[in-house]
């Protein structure tokens, strides 16, 4: 029983240290994003400034009314405590459950995306190489982009100093290959 209770006080202390850091981070970091949007907000007056001295009283009004709701939002995070933010963000969270399911939904995605995409073109850059003459490369086929449902192989084909269109392709000579030894016409 002893081991049970001092377990859940260490569990209790970890989460109250892991809640302190974080809240000095929301701290320190909303104080400095604070600081860059109170200086966004001034560049926007003074681009709003510029405008009116051109003549364009409405685009001058909408700058005006950005930099106001931008200085207003950098004020709040630069005076607002750690504590103060989370809660703000707790109690959103509870308001707007479906909200922050679908933001979380779409930062997931957009992160995906990301993630493929670069993947892929690592994984393409890697698998390129180079005769020391530097006129042949050799690319593995798990490097091109396949049809849904083609048949994979994994044989090579070399590419000569012409284009593709040229027809100068040699085969794995594995059955199935999707490289043609017939030249293109």
């Known amino acids: ?3 049970t209770g001092q377990a859940k006080e260490r569990v209790q202390d970890a989460k109250q240290q892991a ?3 974080l809240r000095d981070q929301v701290d320190q970091r909303s104080t400095q994003a ?3 949007l109170s200086s966004a907000a001034d560049d926007v007056r003074s681009v709003a400034g510029e405008l009116r001295t051109q003549g364009k009283e409405t685009p001058a009004r909408y700058a005006d009314q950005a930099a106001e709701k931008a200085q207003q939002i950098g004020q709040r995070l630069q005076d607002a405590s750690g504590d103060e933010l989370l809660r703000d963000v707790e109690d959103f969270a509870r308001r707007n459950p479906w909200a922050v399911a679908a ?7 957009a992160a995906s ?3 493929k995409a670069s993947s892929g073109e690592r994984y393409r850059s890697s698998t390129l190489g180079t005769r020391a ?6 690319r593995s086929l798990a490097a091109e982009p ?3 449902g083609a048949p994979t192989t994994g044989g090579q084909f070399r590419r000569g100093e012409g284009d593709f269109g040229d027809g100068d392709f040699a085969t794995s000579g594995q059955p199935g290959s999707m490289i043609s030894t017939e030249p293109r016409s």
């Open 146 to 148: 396949m049809p849904s």
């Open 133 to 138: 003459n530097g006129t042949e490369q050799t």
């Open 34 to 36: 604070g600081q860059q």
């Open 103 to 109: 933001g979380g939904l779409v930062l997931g995605l």
């Open 1 to 3: 029983m002893e081991d």
């Open 113 to 115: 995306r990301m993630l």
């Open 19 to 21: 809640r302190g850091r």
